[in-house]
Nanobody, 121 residues
Framework: QVQLVESGGGLVQAGGSLRLSCAASGSIFSINAMGWYCQAPGKQRELVATITSGGSTKYAESVKGRFTISRDNANNTVYLQMNSLKAEDTDVYYC???????????????WGQGTQVTVSS
């Protein structure tokens, strides 16, 4: 019914940049917050950055000043520009969206399949 499709992960050297994209599709009426989370093996999923439909943003302390989240509301897409990457940024990054579907009034949360980001030191 709803899909979040991520792209843009990969292998990059420390100090380099990557741009992640996540496009939501399906029976979407409106999307509230969208965001990115990361999860290392054996650890809990952690917030990286979120953005509301109005453009308010929130970042993890570890990425402030290096990562920028943005979104294209017309195309239900969220981006994460990752600059000055460090080895410790290596993780699987998951897209998240909270949305109301055309079939109802309740808000649901969806996750993408995850995209691997590997930063070599």
């Amino acid at each position: 019914q709803v899909q979040l499709v991520e792209s843009g992960g990969g292998l990059v050297q420390a100090g380099g940049s990557l741009r992640l994209s996540c496009a939501a599709s399906g029976s979407i009426f409106s999307i509230n917050a969208m965001g990115w989370y990361c999860q290392a093996p054996g650890k809990q999923r952690e917030l990286v950055a979120t953005i509301t439909s109005g453009g308010s943003t929130k970042y993890a302390e570890s990425v402030k000043g290096r990562f920028t989240i943005s979104r294209d509301n017309a195309n239900n897409t969220v981006y994460l520009q990752m600059n000055s990457l460090k080895a410790e940024d290596t993780d699987v990054y998951y897209c998240n969206a909270r949305m109301v579907l055309t079939t109802g009034i309740y808000m649901y949360e969806y996750w993408g399949q995850g995209t691997q980001v590997t930063v070599s030191s």
